[in-house]
């Protein structure tokens, strides 16, 4: 099975976290500055992460990457996403491109997995929470670094 993960970073977390991931789940990662139609759509299993910028934007690189992915047809493709963000900080838009990423890969047709429990975060709102779970990993460098190599375990076996 051919898996690809595709981050966004500008300080390198969430670059951190995509070679973590992609250690765990045999993948090659990809830089969205890089990335090309293929590499969304030429895998057996897609991974998307990028970090919330700016009171709720996706990170600078994938504001052209969501351009490519648009191009892409991700029909009945597996489909899972990761965030960063800060809860303590941006409450209010805490890991909100996670909720950004999961309208655009569903509107390519997309069936995401890895969906996980909101419960063990304090934040007010977000656009990635959705009935009650988040649309994918979300982890928190920022206030819950610790609790991050945990997660990441947890989740990419969930997914596998
Ligand atoms: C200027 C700035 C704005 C940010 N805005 C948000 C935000 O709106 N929501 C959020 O959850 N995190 C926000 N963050 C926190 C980052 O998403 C977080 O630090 C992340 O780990 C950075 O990932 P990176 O190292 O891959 O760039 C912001 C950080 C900075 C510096």
């Known amino acids: 099975m051919?898996?690809?993960v595709i981050y966004g970073s500008d300080s390198g977390r969430t670059k951190a976290a995509a070679g973590k991931i992609a250690a765990k789940l045999d993948g090659k990662v990809i830089n969205i500055k890089d990335a090309t139609v293929a590499?969304?759509?030429g895998c057996d299993f897609l991974v998307l992460g990028s970090?919330?910028?700016?009171?709720g934007n996706l990170q600078a690189d994938?504001?052209?990457g969501v351009d490519v992915l648009a191009e892409a047809d991700l029909t009945g493709k597996k489909v899972a996403l990761f965030g960063l963000g800060d809860q303590a900080t941006y409450p209010d838009n805490f890991v909100d491109a996670l909720g950004?990423?999961?309208d655009a890969v569903v509107e390519r047709g997309a069936?995401?997995?890895g969906f996980t429990d909101t419960k063990g975060y304090e934040f007010e709102s977000s656009t990635a929470a959705r009935d009650g779970q988040f649309v994918g990993l979300v982890l928190d460098q920022d206030n819950q670094a610790g609790k991050s190599e945990k997660r990441i375990a947890a989740w990419t076996s969930q997914i596998l």
């Open 100 to 102: 950004t990423l999961y």
């Open 39 to 41: 590499d969304f759509e």
């Open 51 to 55: 970090p919330t910028y700016d009171e």
């Open 2 to 4: 051919t898996v690809h």
């Open 62 to 64: 994938w504001a052209d």
């Open 111 to 113: 069936e995401v997995v």
